[in-house]
């Protein structure tokens, strides 16, 4: 793509996204996530195949649909409340339709079936951008009208995107379903704290946009989408295969890495709130989460993969791609624990 | 504290740094200044605890197993130098790397003070072992035995992490020092119940549980020599000084509670020792002689009588430092024959006859002679589970019966009776191996001169 359609395509998505984070107005809202919609679709159709076309529709699709729930829970709102402000939503009724909307932009259970599919027609950077940037928008008005939002609603489609998340990457080779179903989880982990602590949300979804970060460059830097391509990067890089491993880790939230924060905080506030069922249920569904990390991890960095005798000779050539972001991103990501006191600045 | 952790994270820098044919004995070499450290803190308040910050501490329960982690890391090193010698520098660096990491979890596990700091360096241990199971170690197994460990130890714990947290709301602080005087007893109730089970099922599987026991053989057998020596020597008795720390918050429950975990452990006990007569691994024999003597810990913490707590403190020592001697004698034999099975390499008496000294000793002691501190460990756990019900003491004697049998049987097998014929070329003991065998056993028997030290926090 030109550099200038790119400049303007780009600040268009951040543009969309500042807006909904800044506004007070619930129509400059729904504008943000229109404008952000719109924006993103060259992106995810920087490849001209039918794939991707395929992805770029379905995420219209849902997209286009989720504003338009979210217009009728805003008009709904409005009706029984007389104003614009984006507040308390009191009304049972606009409340639920504007989280079932938000929901399915995020890609929360039972509307979660997008998610995959879109993320695998697309190039990695597209794939790492609608996996990260994304979630901010939605995440930013959930926070704001967390205190009116129906806790049942909110801690079923958690539950049951957790479970999702957790069975659905069992069976995935492709390096982006299987991403996917991470981002599914991890937006459950996120749903389900939001009623008690949104602080802890964000907390979760910074730690989240820095690992998925992280992964998703290191996947690039291979160029590698599939488990296969990416058990030949012993040969490459073995740094990267140690890294990767280290990466695969903390997305499952093992300590003493810093993936391990959210899933610790966000358990001891749901057993504050008297939970115990559900922060015990969510802990071992991501047990299987864990499962398809540690296969990936298997994969590259802990034994080698049968392979053809040319793959053996990928280190004679130099990787020319240059990542800047990439070594804080990965310190970000794993060595954070020892910090966890300082999460009080997230307030 | 600090004295002894800094010095372990900086092993680190030291093997990357060291020249390629100076990183073995660099490694070893500061590895044993930073035990002969440790082992002042073995000179402990007989009615306190010696508290070094607010984070660590140590006691007489947690010393013995300080100074028998720290003990252990050059012991490691020393084992693992010839099957590491085929690979590449930065390899050989990795894995003590790796080695050195899960030396600091260990050191900070065993001396926090605060029970989640505890589990969350429980947790940590788990990725070094993973790794050096699951990338070094020599068959195609070890996937899965890298797995299993992960996930039946993950399964078991984070329920533990929950009720971790709930407790810690309830009081208020989870630390040592104030949990002894804020307890509660433990109402007789469902949600208490399922509070106790989730508080021990974490390190009922670590230690572990007759029924839960599937990981170990798999992870032992398949774990290289290092890894074999620190899972039976020190990540076990994690699953006990776990259980003897946690028990203070679990009241009175526990005179019900522990019922089934007792038949599992009783029977269990002589179940893995009956099948320790049926091994062609010598491996998985001594893999499963782990779980029989571990199962008698897990009798005598949950009766939580004094002498029993004397004997598991004194048992869990001795058990480390016995299991660990027979898995590197183990090794020996497989770095000549290179296979696990028993009757490959027999008559080793009249090859390798320093070697079989040190296998005499090492199945006496694991047979409970007397006067080691294994003994001292048994006995005392055999006459606290009499003074609690009296028909446990067929169950203990058939258990000594069958250790007794298993131990000669692995002795004899090994090293009396005709060589084979087929192994050609058996290279002598080299003074590494005489040296790590002495080196474990040395401890051992001396210990049996002054047992009050690994008698824990109730002499």
Same mark, same amino acid.
């Given at each position: ?44 159709? @920087? ?10 529709? @379905? ?210 506030? +749901? ?15 991501? +047990? +299987? ?24 000779? @990928? ?6 791609? @240059? ?25 | ?34 035990? #002969? ?12 605890? $010696? ?14 197993? #300080? ?106 602080? $989870? ?10 007893? $433990? ?156 009757? $490959? ?115």
């Amino acid at each position: 793509m030109k550099p200038p359609i790119l400049i303007i395509i780009t600040s268009t998505i951040i543009l969309g996204t500042m807006i909904v984070l800044f506004s007070s107005h619930w129509l400059m809202i729904w504008i943000g996530f229109e404008m952000n919609m719109l924006a993103i679709i060259p992106i995810l159709m @920087k490849k001209f195949n039918p794939r991707a076309t395929e992805a770029s529709t @379905k995420y219209f699709l849902t997209q286009a649909t989720a504003s338009m729930l979210l217009m009728l829970g805003i008009i709904i709102n409005l009706l029984h409340s007389g104003h614009w402000t984006i507040s308390m939503i009191p009304n049972p009724i606009a409340s639920t339709v504007i989280t079932i909307a938000l929901a399915m932009k995020l890609g929360l259970s039972p509307f979660h079936f997008w998610v995959p599919e879109v993320t695998q027609g697309v190039p990695l950077s597209s794939g790492m951008v609608l996996l990260t940037w994304q979630k901010i928008a939605p995440l930013s008005v959930l926070y704001q009208i967390s205190p009116s939002i129906n806790p049942n609603l909110l801690v079923a489609m958690a539950a049951t995107s957790v479970l999702v998340g957790g069975w659905g990457g069992l069976n995935q080779t492709q390096l982006r379903k299987i991403l996917a179903y991470s981002s599914i989880t991890h937006m459950g982990w996120m749903a389900a704290i939001m009623v008690y602590n949104p602080t802890l949300m964000i907390l979760n979804l910074t730690i989240y946009i820095m690992m998925t970060l992280g992964t998703f460059m290191l996947f690039m830097y291979n160029l590698s989408t599939t488990t296969l391509s990416l058990s030949h990067t012993w040969n490459k890089l073995p740094l990267i295969a140690s890294l990767i491993l280290a990466l695969m880790l903390s997305l499952g939230g093992l300590p003493p890495l810093s993936g391990f924060i959210p899933k610790w905080m966000i358990i001891q506030e +749901l057993t504050k709130n008297d939970m115990i069922v559900m922060p015990m249920f969510m802990a071992t569904t991501a +047990l +299987l989460n864990l499962y398809f990390y540690m296969r990936l991890a298997y994969a590259t960095a802990l034994t080698m993969f049968p392979s053809a005798n040319n793959t053996k000779m @990928k280190w004679q050539f130099e990787s020319m791609k @240059k990542m800047i972001f990439l070594p804080p991103l990965i310190v970000a990501s794993t060595m954070l624990l020892p910090l966890t006191p300082m999460l009080s600045i997230m307030d | 504290m600090l004295k002894i952790i800094f010095p372990t994270m900086m092993l680190v820098p030291l093997t990357w740094a060291s020249k390629p044919n100076m990183i073995w004995i660099n490694t070893t070499a500061y590895s044993l200044l930073i035990s #002969l450290v440790s082992l002042t803190y073995l000179n402990q308040l007989s009615d306190n605890s $010696l508290n070094f910050s607010l984070l660590f501490f140590t006691d007489s329960l947690s010393a013995p197993l #300080l100074v028998l982690t720290t003990w252990l890391l050059p012991l490691m090193l020393m084992a693992s130098q010839f099957h590491l010698s085929k690979e590449t520098l930065t390899r050989k660096k990795l894995y003590i790397t790796m080695l050195v990491l899960l030396q600091l979890f260990l050191i900070m596990t065993f001396s926090a003070m605060e029970l989640i700091l505890f589990y969350i360096l429980f947790e940590a241990t788990l990725v070094p072992t993973l790794v050096i199971i699951t990338r070094w170690g020599n068959q195609t197994e070890r996937l899965n035995a890298g797995l299993y460990f992960l996930f039946y130890t993950l399964v078991g714990s984070l329920p533990l992490l929950v009720a971790l947290l709930h407790t810690q709301n309830n009081l208020g602080s $989870l630390n040592f020092l104030l949990m002894q005087y804020w307890t509660q007893p $433990l109402p007789n109730s469902w949600s208490s119940m399922f509070l106790w089970l989730a508080c021990m099922m974490a390190f009922m599987v670590k230690m572990p549980l007759y029924g839960l026991h599937l990981w170990l053989p798999k992870a032992h057998v398949e774990a290289p020599i290092a890894g074999s020596m620190v899972l039976a020597a020190v990540l076990l008795k994690l699953g006990g000084y776990g259980m003897m720390r946690i028990t203070t918050l679990l009241g009175p429950l526990t005179n019900f509670m522990a019922y089934p975990f007792m038949m599992l452990s009783l029977w269990g006990m002589i179940m893995t020792s009956s099948i320790c007569l049926r091994q062609t691994d010598l491996k998985s024999l001594i893999a499963y002689s782990s779980v029989s003597h571990m199962a008698l810990v897990i009798v005598a913490v949950l009766i939580q009588t004094p002498w029993s707590y004397m004997g598991a403190t004194a048992l869990m020592i001795a058990h480390g430092l016995t299991s660990s001697l027979l898995f590197c004698l183990a090794n020996s034999n497989y770095e000549r024959i290179h296979s696990r099975t028993m009757i $490959l390499a027999r008559g080793l008496q009249t090859l390798l006859p320093l070697m079989a000294a040190w296998w005499l000793l090492a199945s006496l002691t694991n047979l409970s002679l007397p006067p080691t501190i294994n003994l001292i460990g048994e006995l005392f756990v055999v006459v606290a589970t009499f003074s609690w019900s009296n028909i446990t003491i067929t169950l203990m004697g058939t258990n000594i019966i069958i250790t007794a049998l298993y131990s000669l049987y692995m002795l004899i097998t090994t090293q009396r009776g005709k060589c084979t014929n087929h192994v050609k070329s058996i290279k002598p003991s080299f003074t590494r191996e005489n040296a790590l065998m002495a080196l474990h056993l040395l401890p051992l028997l001396l210990l049996s001169l002054n047992p009050k030290m690994i008698l824990g926090p109730i002499y």
